[in-house]
C-alpha cells in the first residue's frame, strides 16, 4: 500500500533561515502531491500542488520540488518568521480512479524561533 | 465566497452513542469529502460524496455513514461510538473534476468519554 513519511520530529529554525521539510512516498507514482499547512484545533489550508512534469514550483516566501526518481518532495519556506510556525502536511492522490481522496502524511511541525 | 462551515465544533459523547456532524460547502464546490484526524497523525479519509452519491470510501466501518443534500452540504453519522472514534473530524470541499486541493473546515472535535 502506498506509504508516506515526513519528519515526525518538530524542527526548530531561527528566524530568517531557510526551513526545509521532506516528503517520501513509496509503491506509488502519484501524478501530482500538495502541500498543506495547519494551526492547532483548525483544518488544513492548501499551499501549493505540484506536477510530476514540474521540478519546482514557487509562491511568494514558499518553494516545492518534486523528485520522481528519488520518490520524493522538498518544501521551502525562504526568510521564516514566527507565523510560519504550523505543522505542514504533504498529501497525494489515492491511487483510485474517478475520486480524489488523498493520502496524508502525519505533517512535520515547524517552528521558527524569534 | 463563503468557506467550508462546520458545526458543532466540539462535542462530548458517551460511548455507543450516535452522533451527527454537519458540513457547508464552499460555494461553487459540489464535492465533498469527510476526513478523520487522530491527535499527532494526518487525516484519514472516511469517504467523498459527489452529486448526492458516494464516490468512494476509506477504511472506515459500516457505522459510518454519510449524505450529501442537493445544495452540496453534507452531514457525518457515526452510530454505536466507541473511545477510539475521538478525534477532529474535518470536511473538506472541491470542484468534483479538478484537482487544485481541498477547502478544509475548522472541523468538529469529538471526545467520546
Known amino acids: 500500500s502506498q506509504k508516506i513519511e515526513q519528519n515526525s520530529e518538530a524542527l526548530n529554525i531561527q528566524e530568517g533561515k531557510t526551513a526545509t521539510l521532506t516528503c517520501n512516498y513509496t509503491?506509488?507514482?502519484?501524478?501530482?502531491l500538495q502541500w498543506y499547512r495547519q494551526d492547532p484545533g483548525r483544518g488544513p489550508v492548501f499551499l501549493l500542488l505540484?506536477?510530476?512534469?514540474?521540478k519546482e514550483k514557487r509562491k511568494e516566501r514558499l518553494k516545492v520540488t518534486f523528485d520522481t526518481t528519488l520518490k520524493q518532495s522538498l518544501f521551502h519556506i525562504t526568510a521564516s518568521q514566527p507565523a510560519d510556525s504550523a505543522t505542514y502536511l504533504c498529501?497525494?492522490?489515492?491511487?483510485?480512479?474517478?475520486?480524489?481522496?488523498?493520502?496524508f502524511g502525519t505533517g512535520t511541525r515547524l517552528k521558527v524561533l524569534a | 465566497e463563503t468557506g467550508v462551515t462546520q458545526s458543532p465544533t466540539h462535542l462530548i459523547k458517551t460511548r455507543g452513542q450516535q452522533v451527527t456532524l454537519r458540513c457547508s460547502s464552499q460555494?461553487?464546490?459540489?464535492?465533498v469529502s469527510w476526513y478523520q484526524q487522530a491527535l499527532g497523525q494526518g487525516p484519514q479519509f472516511i469517504f467523498q460524496y459527489y452529486r448526492e452519491e458516494e464516490n468512494g470510501r476509506g477504511n472506515f466501518p459500516p457505522r459510518f455513514s454519510g449524505l450529501q443534500f442537493p445544495n452540496y452540504s453534507s452531514e457525518l453519522n457515526v452510530n454505536a461510538l466507541e473511545l477510539d472514534d475521538s478525534a477532529l473530524y474535518l470536511c473538506a470541499s472541491s470542484k468534483g473534476t479538478e484537482n487544485y486541493g481541498y477547502t478544509f473546515g475548522s472541523g468538529t472535535r469529538l471526545t467520546v468519554v
Open positions: 509503491n506509488y507514482s502519484p501524478a501530482y
Open positions: 498529501a497525494l492522490p489515492a491511487p483510485t480512479s474517478g475520486t480524489y481522496k488523498y493520502i
Open positions: 505540484i506536477r510530476e512534469n514540474e
Open positions: 460555494s461553487g464546490h459540489n464535492t
